[in-house]
């Protein structure tokens, strides 16, 4: 079993950078693949970024692409994603999660989920 808790949410303006921030416990971290995903209000939670359980695979939304990076150190069992040239579309709860399948951009192959962070752009 794996236990998620994000941080690095909150309040920016469009244009800035923002850094979140994913620990996760227990011993089998590195057995996992890992992703972001984000959920913004009246809207379903969407794929946003996904790394393989090495760091060697990483996978983007389009719509995040060139803008977010996703990085994981399972030294320290925490997989961040950077996200620079934020903008307000942005806005959403994230999510990070993990997936033991090689299926890591989609959604019901996670089975373990954090409790999400808040991230609000504003124009």
Do not use: H
């Not at 709860?93 to 399948?101: D, F, L, M, P």
């Amino acid at each position: 079993q794996v236990q998620l808790a994000e941080s690095g949410g909150g309040l920016v303006q469009s244009g800035d950078s923002l850094r979140l921030s994913c620990a996760a416990s227990g011993r089998t971290f590195r057995s996992y693949a890992m992703g972001w995903f984000r959920q913004a209000p009246g809207k379903e939670r969407e794929f946003v970024a996904a790394i393989s359980w090495s760091g060697g695979s990483t996978a983007y939304a389009d719509s995040v692409k060139g803008r977010f990076t996703i990085s994981r150190d399972n030294a320290k069992n925490t997989v961040s994603l950077q996200m620079n040239s934020l903008k307000p579309e942005d806005t959403a709860v994230y999510y990070c999660a993990s997936t033991r399948t090689a299926a890591i951009t989609v959604r019901p192959a996670y089975d373990y989920w954090g409790q999400g962070t808040q991230v609000t752009v504003s124009s």
